[in-house]
């Protein structure tokens, strides 16, 4: 089963190399990781998608506290969030099919960002499955390539946030 | 009113920090990318540098330092090749949560990233063996980062923390301050055990039929020696140790089972195997430890006191985790037990098994062996030594016949099994306690992976006793393809190439003794004592193939143990 780990981290030199490092090191799965600053320019949120057993799940929760630039780590699979990732698909089209492919790309609120006398791209956000969805079925159009931003999570309501004392500034 | 600061280079820097932190020695080679720092170095007084060899070297001494003192070890190399030797003992000391911290030249800020001359990703080589890193980018940072590490290296679980350290930042100038306390906001380690854990864990210990202490490194790391011992001797609870918890219960204690798990004792095992209520202190479950993991204490109820939350549930699934520092966690137990178990039924069947099947090993021939070695090693020293060992048969031996009887008198390469550890780590060791003898245990093939440190001792005029427990064969290596490799013994042979240990001696300004007979033993260990103005190689030359038992074959039930070699008429 996939799941969800929200991670706030140092925004700093190597802290998401350590992250990556854990994973292969250890041998955990990574689908998808996608990271960016948050409101507070010193800290970044990294989402990562992962799986295993929930023996394997507790080790990588366990683990990526452990480092020393990792902040606050959340398992969202356990609570109620808002999932969302981007996607770029450029497709080939032939004289007659473009109306069809474009329609098609609308169900899933496609929008075209680009077109070519042979290639059409559309922007397409949404839940993951939503994005397999719309890939699947363009598939059989002729895809030439796909650009996704992995899984960005946040949970819903209630946030997951640094305590006042994780986010005081460091005493220098 | 003015408050100027003083304005001082990244050399100046360096020393001025390593002075606050009380460093005392500082193991190291020089380069390149550290010659600013050695530069200030000629003139500095308040610490020792010990010159290595190699800087593997260096890192290992500044375990054996840290291992012996309960201090931070020191090590300071160039960049390129001076730092990518010493990532063998950076990983030893993260296997074994020894706190080190390194110090590493770097090339310049502007030529990283160009293949420069001795450039190393140091820092990208080290992330996984390290318990945290640093490059530091601005001489502005140094100082607080330089508090950083060593913060680190110490507290929590500890372990080996690496500063790499540009040559530009080295150079240039700011106005020095060294902060008072360090603030990591990812970092909190928890010291103080959960209250109701503590009261629970008590309960069951209290009505526990038959409880087991385990304990490992974790004792050591925490000075919790006290404890321990007002824990187990209070409730009379039988004590077993790993490698690395050796010495943290004296073993001539009537309560200690001896060491637990591959070649660990046979009642220990039996002991862990039939608990019901097995307690670990600061031990991680390792997989020579626990054998078979389905069967490791598999009726037992589970407690695991560590202070790395990590460390729980990883390997062997427990039913009550505590995690704290495992000194106050005893404390509050010992507190807590108010009324001893009743264990006289679980003492007579532990001492059963002593009886059954209690440590052998042939004698009588007339032929040297490492067991009798140690034996009289032992009657010798009474435990009043450091002995370190290196990795391999001698180092099992030693576990079972020196029965160490002080924390911090036991120090050997456990998690990564280094050859080639005990002798830089021996001299590390010496720094840090001149005031008692130091043994360093090798077997021939171990001595020969950092001999080139006998110099470094031979220089320093250091009284360690280099032992050698010559077989000529990679003995442990040997003893696998005689049980488990159709006696295949694909080059273990050293005979044709061991070199002249007494000649290596002599080359290295050492002393050199050397026997084969069991009669000599004696007077060669007095001989060896006596030598107090250099350090002495002393090899035995012991019966080539003899095996470590008892054993639990690789992923066995440490309750299945091959008790002795089989005889081929049987
Ligand atoms: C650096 C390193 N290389 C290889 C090994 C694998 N190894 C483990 S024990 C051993 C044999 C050690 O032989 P020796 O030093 O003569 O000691 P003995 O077992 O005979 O006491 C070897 C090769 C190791 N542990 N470390």
Redesign the interface.
């Known amino acids: 089963m996939k799941r969800t780990i929200s991670v706030l981290?140092?925004n700093r030199?190597?802290a998401f190399?350590?992250v990556s490092?854990?994973f292969s090191?250890k041998g955990f799965n990574i689908h998808s990781i996608s990271i960016g600053e948050t409101e507070m320019p010193d800290i970044a949120r990294m989402t990562l998608v992962t799986s295993g057993d929930d023996?394997m799940m507790?080790?990588i929760l366990?683990?990526l506290?452990?480092?020393?630039?990792?902040?606050k780590v959340v398992d969202l699979s356990r609570v109620n969030t808002v999932t969302r990732e981007l996607a770029l698909i450029s497709v080939s089209y032939k004289k007659g099919n473009r109306a069809e492919i474009t329609s098609l790309a609308s169900m899933f609120k496609g929008k075209v960002v680009d077109i070519t006398n042979r290639t059409i791209t559309f922007e397409l956000t949404g839940p993951p499955d939503k994005i397999d969805a719309a890939v699947n079925m363009l598939l059989p159009y002729g895809i030439i390539e796909v650009a996704r931003t992995g899984t960005v999570a946040l949970r819903r309501g209630e946030q997951v946030k640094?305590t006042p004392?994780?986010?005081?500034s460091?005493?220098? | 009113m003015s408050n100027k600061k003083p304005v001082m280079n990244g050399a100046e820097i360096f020393f001025e920090c390593l002075r606050r932190e009380g460093v005392e020695h500082i193991f190291g080679y020089p380069g390149g990318a550290v010659l600013k720092i050695y530069e200030h170095l000629y003139d500095v007084d308040f610490l020792k540098h010990i010159l290595v060899r190699h800087e593997q070297g260096a890192v290992h001494m500044a375990e054996g330092y840290a291992k012996a003192s309960g201090k931070v070890g020191v090590v300071l190399v160039t960049s390129g090749p001076g730092a990518t030797n010493t990532v063998t003992g950076i990983t030893d000391a993260y296997m074994d949560s020894i706190p080190i911290v390194v110090f590493t030249g770097q090339v310049p800020s502007h030529l990283i990233g160009k293949d420069a001359f001795q450039e190393a990703d140091i820092v990208g080589i080290t992330r996984p063996i390290t318990k945290h890193n640093f490059l530091v980018r601005d001489v502005r940072d140094l100082a607080s980062t330089i508090k950083k590490a060593f913060y680190i290296a110490a507290s929590g679980k500890p372990g080996p923390v690496l500063v790499d350290l540009p040559k530009d930042v080295i150079n240039s100038k700011c106005e020095f301050e060294y902060p008072d306390n360090v603030e990591l906001r990812g970092y909190k380690p928890v010291t103080v055990g959960n209250q109701s854990q503590i009261k629970k864990a008590a309960e069951m210990i209290k009505q526990a039929k038959r409880p087991l202490l385990y304990v490992g490194g974790g004792v050591i790391c925490s000075n919790g020696f006290a404890e321990l011992g007002i824990l187990a001797r209070e409730n009379k609870l039988p004590v077993t140790m790993t490698l690395h918890g050796l010495g943290s219960f004296p073993m001539t204690d009537e309560l200690s089972l001896g060491m637990l798990g591959m070649h660990g004792t046979y009642w220990a095992n039996q002991a862990v195997t039939n608990c019901d209520v097995l307690v670990s202190l600061g031990a991680r479950f390792d997989d020579r430890v626990t054998g078979k993991v389905d069967t490791f204490a598999k009726d037992a109820y589970k407690i695991h006191v560590d202070i790395d939350p990590a460390a729980i549930d990883k390997n062997v699934y427990v039913d009550l985790p505590i995690v704290g520092d495992v000194k106050n966690v005893m404390a509050e137990l010992a507190a807590e037990i108010s009324a001893p178990p009743e264990l006289d039924e679980w003492w007579s069947t532990i001492n059963g098994w002593k009886e059954e099947c209690p440590l052998y090993y042939e004698s009588g021939d007339g032929r040297l062996r490492t067991e009798y070695v140690l034996e009289r090693l032992l009657d010798k020293t009474k435990g009043n030594a450091i002995v370190v060992s290196d990795v391999g048969q001698h180092q099992m031996w030693v576990t079972q016949y020196y029965q160490f009887v002080h924390p911090r008198s036991h120090i050997t390469s456990g998690g990564l099994g280094t050859m080639g550890f005990s002798v830089p780590a021996a001299i590390g060791a010496h720094f840090a306690r001149p005031d008692i003898p130091v043994l360093s245990i090798s077997g021939d093939g171990g001595f020969q992976m950092n001999m080139q440190e006998l110099i470094t001792a031979a220089y320093h005029k250091l009284p360690i006793k280099f032992i050698i427990m010559n077989n000529s064969f990679l003995g442990m290596v040997r003893q696998w393809q005689e049980l488990f490799h159709a006696e295949k013994y694909s080059f273990t042979d050293l005979s044709d190439s061991n070199p002249d240990f007494m000649k290596v001696a002599d080359a290295f300004g050492c002393a050199g003794i050397t026997t084969n007979s069991p009669k000599d033993v004696d007077d060669v260990i007095d001989q060896m004592m006596a030598i107090n103005d250099r350090p002495v190689v002393v090899e035995f030359k012991i019966v080539r193939e003899d095996m470590v038992f008892p054993m639990v074959p690789a992923g066995g039930s440490i309750g299945d143990m091959i008790v002795r070699r089989l005889d081929p008429n049987e």
Do not use: H, M, V
């Open positions: 981290l140092e030199y190597g190399n350590r490092t854990l090191g023996k507790d080790q366990k683990q506290n452990r480092l020393i630039d990792t902040l640094l004392q994780q986010s005081e460091k005493g220098e």
